[in-house]
């Protein structure tokens, strides 16, 4: 959750450009960019994600559907992080450390509930298939945002 959290941090220009050109921020007081659109886009992209990553999960690790927890949330975490790091404009410390902080808890919660984690199937094979998982769902939104973005800049 730190990571998603990090993103109150982010600035999207310097204080002193806000100062010099208030009109930079006349679309976020008339509630153009936080309204049910832009909800509604991140809820769509939520449920696609998931939905790539619980489909993707159940055909590309067919032979181990008792471990399909560990192999869906290792997607997510990663797949949350670059979602992160894809909408920022500016990358922070605490962002950073937010990150770094949630691979050391999810590595450690691994090691030490060995009860709830069968660690066993942990393999190269299964590191580059939750890698390809991830990047299956992650990689489209990434590239419609870059191409929208490109065909229709935003003010900043």
Request: aromatic fraction near 16%; proline fraction near 3%.
């Amino acid at each position: 959750m730190f990571p998603v959290f990090s993103l109150v941090t982010d600035e999207d220009v310097t204080p002193t450009a806000v100062m010099k050109f208030p009109i930079l921020y006349s679309s976020l007081q008339k509630g153009r960019v936080l309204n049910s659109k832009t909800f509604l886009i991140w809820m769509w992209k939520s449920i696609f994600q998931g939905c790539i990553i619980m489909l993707g999960s159940v055909m590309w690790f067919s032979e181990s559907y008792t471990n399909i927890v560990t192999i869906t949330f290792s997607s997510l975490i990663i797949c949350e992080i670059l979602n992160v790091y894809s909408e920022v404009h500016k990358v922070n410390y605490k962002m950073v450390i937010s990150s770094i902080m949630t691979f050391i808890i999810y590595f450690m919660s691994i090691a030490l509930m060995r009860s709830y984690f069968d660690t066993s199937y942990i393999t190269w094979t299964f590191v580059c298939k939750t890698f390809l998982l991830t990047l299956a769902s992650w990689a489209p939104l990434h590239i419609a945002r870059l191409i929208y973005d490109c065909c229709d800049p935003s003010e900043h």
